[in-house]
């Protein structure tokens, strides 16, 4: 082996990587040994010199190193084939009911760094490291050969990047040109996924099974569905035989397909509404009707900072929502603010049903579906959280 670049910690800052965290921050560091560039593989030790993993180093960025393992071995075309596959196998067997899933989930799949979603015949890429950027070549190969998909399409445009020194990057990598819309298959809904413009790689594919969920509740019932893109909760509560649905969003493009999604689904006989605009405020001219609300925001909290302004952001919204609730209705609320905890959120939600009045039992909670698995070790990786609530 060539020789690496190495990281060493400072006395005491081993123990987490011991265990597991893919993250070495800056702060950890005692020194590095060797020249080393944005992205480059380098070594990592502890202050007494053992040997702790592998992983892609990057001084520019806070975390300065993204551990890809805790073994002696090659970074190369066969590591990152191992780990693609068995990122494939699982999802193989569980993706019956969807043609569009996640394939790598970052380091929930033990590849910091990229994301890899399936649209049918398609495959979206994110590389938001100067490591992984270093792979993408081998990485488009790699998936060529495990997918054999129609085309390689790249998302690059995070703003991760630009804390690694990197600029947004998209286009094709490979195959051919993907059209505007890709139409997909998620429990026998049909949606059209603009993967080259839409938000995320196209589509909220995290809230499939949640989606799924609500279709259950939705016989005869009367939804709001705040925040909804491009319509995945009302399509599914559409297919579940929903009485009638009301979407809001600020997006008037998502809208536009949301509309679109209502035809293509043959749902245009249930009574819809399509408003645009800000939630917050609209909630507050809406009439106390509804059986079923959705909230599923853009993350509020995207720092540590924002929580408290996000924490009323989410308190406000839960607040009007419940207040909108018929008897006998349902909330599913959500948050995908990863600074947010469970412990927190659940905390919002319940003031915001007492300040409401109204008499509230919690159903369960809802989070990510099985192709956005999280590293046990790395519980910054755990995003969505859900609530079902039911008012008497
Ligand atoms: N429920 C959707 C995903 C929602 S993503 C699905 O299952 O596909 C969050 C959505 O909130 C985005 O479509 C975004 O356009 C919209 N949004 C963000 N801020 C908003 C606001 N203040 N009012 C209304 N919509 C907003």
Redesign the pocket.
């Known amino acids: 082996m060539t020789t690496l670049p190495r990281v060493i910690l400072k006395k005491g800052r081993e123990k987490s990587m011991l265990r597991g965290h893919p993250w070495v921050f800056s702060g950890a560091v005692a020194k590095v040994e060797g020249e080393v560039s944005p992205g480059d593989v380098g070594e990592v030790y502890s202050s007494d010199g053992q040997f702790l993993g592998l992983g892609h180093v990057n001084p520019r960025s806070q975390i300065i190193v993204r551990v890809l393992t805790q073994k002696k071995e090659e970074i190369g075309e066969n590591f990152f084939a191992k780990r693609i596959s068995r990122a494939a196998h699982f999802r193989g067997r569980l993706s019956g009911r969807t043609n569009a899933y996640r394939i790598i989930n970052g380091e929930g799949d033990y590849l910091p760094g990229l994301i890899v979603d399936r649209y049918g015949e398609a495959l979206v890429v994110q590389c938001s490291t100067a490591g992984m950027e270093r792979f993408k070549g081998i990485l488009t190969n790699l998936l060529t050969k495990e997918f054999q998909p129609a085309s390689i399409y790249e998302r690059s445009d995070v703003a991760l990047r630009k804390e690694e020194g990197l600029a947004e990057s998209s286009g094709l990598l490979y195959g051919k040109e993907v059209p505007e819309f890709i139409e997909i298959e998620e429990y026998s809904c049909r949606f059209r996924v603009n993967v080259r413009k839409g ?1 995320k790689t196209g ?2 594919l995290d ?1 499939r099974e949640n ?1 799924f969920f609500l279709r259950g509740l939705s016989e005869s019932k009367k939804i709001l ?9 009302s399509i599914h509560a559409g297919l579940g035989g929903a009485g009638e649905v009301t979407l ?4 008037e493009e ?1 809208l536009a397909i949301a509309e679109e999604h209502i035809t293509l689904n043959q749902l245009d006989k249930i009574p819809h509404q399509l408003i645009q ?4 405020e ?1 909630l507050r001219g809406l009439q106390p009707e509804y059986d079923i609300v ?1 909230l ?3 993350p509020f909290a995207k720092k540590k900072g924002h929580l408290p302004r996000a924490s009323r952001g989410y308190k406000d919204l839960n607040l009007s929502a419940f207040r909108l609730l018929n008897e006998e209705g349902f909330l599913l609320t959500f948050s ?1 603010s990863h600074h947010m905890s469970w412990d927190l959120f659940q905390k919002i939600v319940f003031s915001a049903a007492l300040d409401s009045g109204r008499k509230v039992q919690l159903l369960g909670r809802l989070g990510h579906p099985w192709d956005h698995p999280t590293n046990i070790c790395h519980p910054e990786g755990e995003y969505l959280r859900g609530l079902i609530c039911k008012v008497l």
């Not at 569905?225 to 909760?233: H, I, L, P, V, W």
């Not at 809001?248 to 997006?251: E, M, R």
């Open positions: 938000q589509f909220y809230q989606r569905d705040c925040f909804c893109y491009t319509g995945g909760f809001v969003d600020s997006s998502a605009g800000d939630v917050f609209i959705i599923d925001p853009p995908c």
